[in-house]
């Protein structure tokens, strides 16, 4: 199991680097954030929180980003294997549909997690700074979490799907919400109840708010308690994506 698992992990990695373009296309939209949005709205930020750093706040919202939007569509793979008949070669392998999964979750977490990693040497040159190594470690522990719910979440969708468009729409329905009402580009003290209790059950916002309060210090909900709930749901939907990939028909 461990060999096809590492496999599997090893082929959506080639995949990534022989595409070095999509590697430096990617950064185009998290560095033009960080600039419009840290630059911009910096001084209004310091104002209103009486000195604070905004660059601070922001870059743990702009890695999450990062992370989510390469791990949502790494299931992309599994439509275009379908189409192009790879998907089928490997369903008739003498292995089982959990380990398939596995191996392309782990594939795509860890093609997010580089992608994070890039944007997060990016925030450096802008300016920001972790408060130690003790919580950078804790901080690649949330990416990572961060990284196998949306690759879980992007397989799991993409197993029930066989067009390429069609799923592409509905990720960028659904990414947009999870990404503005996560507070990774505003505190989610003093919100409107009705938008907070969105914010609430918006999975990446644990990860945000566990993010920033590891790399940081400031979290609105405890490190802990965040660390638990994205755990919590990364377990969720990859059972429920394996389930599902279980009666995928090629």
Known sequence: MIEVIYILWLRQL???WRSKARLIGSLGQPLLFMVAFGFGFGPMYARASGGANYMDFLAPGIVSMSILFTAVFSGLEVIWDRQFGFLKETLVAPITRTEIMIGKTLGGATIAMIQGLVVFALTYLLGFRASGFGSLALGLLFMFLIALFFTGMGLTIASKMKDMHGFQLIM????????????????????????????RI????????????AL?????FGVYYDLAAIAALSAFICTIGALLFSKIEA
């Open 202 to 213: 918006d999975p990446l916002t644990y990860g945000v708010d566990g993010l920033r309060g």
């Open 172 to 199: 960028n329905f659904l990414i947009m919400p999870i990404f503005f009402l996560s507070g990774a580009l505003f505190p989610l003290n003093d919100l409107p109840p009705a938008i907070y209790f969105i914010s």
């Open 14 to 16: 080639k995949r990534y």
């Open 216 to 220: 940081t210090g400031v979290s609105t």
